[in-house]
């Protein structure tokens, strides 16, 4: 059994479940939600093809009835969009700025922010895992300038490089005029703010960048580690919990889905070899867990927040 009390997890007791506050070490960590999001078709295809493209059809229905979901009926996917704050003391980290824009249940993170006591001016560094709409889309105002005018952007170089060139044109297939559209929104005007990492480097002291190539081009993982507490954030690696039982199921939106596989297994490895709390962005609220091995598989299990001691 995980010992919970080991990591501080306790919560901020919130009617609508906005924000979960917890340790790392001397860290004050609080993920903030920017809302959720209906996956559904027809714009979208259905969620058993849309998070596991190429998975068998027998081997699925074997692995969503174990998560109580009926292949035949489940038809949306409703994903929630997780963003984190990290207070090292040193600094103040924002982890993805959400999806303001995109739909009517999305754009939260500002006001959730400021329901926790932070606004704009009091985060230094805003760390952009990757470029898709549901993780930049927080970056600017409605006028269209930078929405933390007073931070250092932190993103991939081939991220970065890649958003910003025709490849990302010539390349992309699912949903390419919303993903453009956003990217071009969102990303030139924090131009002269962004910093841009090519190699695992410390991005803040405690918080180091993680290459975890993919999903896209440039999308990136943290560890954060502070007194011997470690958090990994896996951002967009893992979609859903069963892709850590089959790290081979890519997304449809995975751009290189090798890539995406060998992203997760080392990921994986880096969870499970030590006891390290993991944070996954599109996982249920507040996307944390321990990654416990079963046998031969990864399973995922969520920290239990109800029972967590509240604030
Ligand atoms: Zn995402």
């Keep these: 059994m995980v010992d919970l009390a080991a990591h501080n997890v306790s919560k901020t007791m919130n009617q609508v479940n906005e924000s979960h506050r917890f340790k790392i070490g001397t860290f004050d960590c609080t993920v903030v939600s920017d809302g959720t999001f209906t996956y559904t078709p027809p714009t979208f295809p259905p969620p058993t093809t849309f998070l596991f493209a190429n998975a068998q059809k027998e081997d699925l229905a074997q692995a969503l009835h174990a998560h109580n979901l009926d292949p035949e009926k489940w038809t949306e996917w409703i994903s929630p969009y997780l963003c984190l704050v990290i207070d090292t003391g040193e600094n103040i980290v924002l982890v993805d700025t959400g999806a303001d824009g995109l739909g009517p249940s999305t754009g939260k993170l500002l006001q959730n922010l400021q329901s926790n006591g932070i606004s704009p001016g009091d985060i230094d560094t805003v760390i952009l895992t990757h470029g898709h709409p549901d ?25 970065w490089d890649f958003w910003n060139s025709e490849e990302a044109e010539l390349k992309l297939e699912h949903g390419k005029e919303v993903l453009l559209g956003f990217a071009r929104g969102n990303l030139p005007p924090i131009r002269d703010q962004i910093d841009l990492v090519e190699h695992e480097t410390e991005i803040v002291p405690g918080v180091h960048a993680i290459a975890a190539p993919g999903h896209t081009p440039g999308h990136m993982a943290l560890a954060v580690s502070s007194e011997g507490d470690k958090l990994l954030c896996v951002s967009d690696a893992f979609l859903h919990p069963i892709h850590m039982e089959q790290p081979g199921w890519h997304a449809a939106v995975d751009f290189a889905p090798k890539q995406v596989a060998d992203t997760r297994r080392r990921l994986l490895d880096m969870a499970t070899g030590e006891k390290v709390l993991v944070f996954a962005f599109h996982f249920a609220f507040p996307g944390l867990g321990f990654v416990t091995w079963n046998g031969k598989v990864c399973r995922w299990q969520p920290i239990d927040a109800g029972k967590t001691r509240c604030k």
């Design 135 to 159: 993780h930049i889309g927080g970056n600017t105002t409605s006028e269209g300038g930078s929405a933390f005018p007073d931070a250092r952007f932190v993103m991939w170089k081939d991220e």
